[in-house]
């Protein structure tokens, strides 16, 4: 989910910085929290997907072991639930999302920086990375608010 301006943006603008401090600080948090954001989702799901690998890998060799019963049953019962889990919080769908979105902001960053693409011969250099940042964040934050909407709502009647 797309995070509010930041305690330090939301700090610079009331401190009375420029506009385009605040929006350099707005460009520099988000592309923080995305990215730490995408770092977080990565580790879980590849966690979580081992943990789904070795258990179902194991239960074969558990039943060939003559293993008790309700080790395997739990056993089952653990992919079950991490796959849930999985399904729940979307772990790997925000790993690509947040992803996506940090690279989208860093290209902004360098575009920005080069003078380059949409900055080159422009009015306002800063209004405009505040317009294209805020567009980014709101984009990804529609996919999001759609996904949760998605996980939420029972599937339709056939």
């Known amino acids: 989910m797309t995070v509010d301006p930041g305690p330090r943006a939301a700090g610079a603008a009331l401190r009375g910085l420029s506009p385009a401090d605040t929006t350099w600080t707005?460009?520099?948090d988000q592309i923080g929290w995305y990215?730490?954001?995408?770092g977080q989702a990565q580790s879980?799901?590849?966690w979580l997907k081992v943990a789904t690998l070795g258990l179902a890998a194991g239960l074969p060799v558990a039943v060939v072991a003559s293993a008790p019963g309700w080790l395997v049953a739990s056993m089952g019962a653990?992919?079950?639930v991490i796959e849930g889990v999985q399904q729940l919080y979307k772990f790997q769908e925000n790993w690509i999302t947040y992803?996506?979105?940090c690279?989208?902001?860093?290209?902004?960053q360098y575009l920005y920086l080069a003078g380059a693409g949409p900055y080159v011969d422009v009015g306002s250099r800063d209004a405009l990375l505040a317009e294209r940042i805020e567009g980014l964040v709101s984009q990804e934050h529609a996919k999001w608010a759609a996904t949760q909407e998605q996980t939420a709502s029972p599937p339709a009647p056939q």
């Open 78 to 80: 653990l992919v079950a």
């Open 44 to 46: 879980w799901f590849k």
């Open 99 to 101: 992803r996506s979105t």
């Open 26 to 28: 707005r460009l520099q």
């Open 103 to 108: 690279e989208q902001l860093r290209h902004e």
């Open 35 to 38: 990215d730490r954001k995408s």
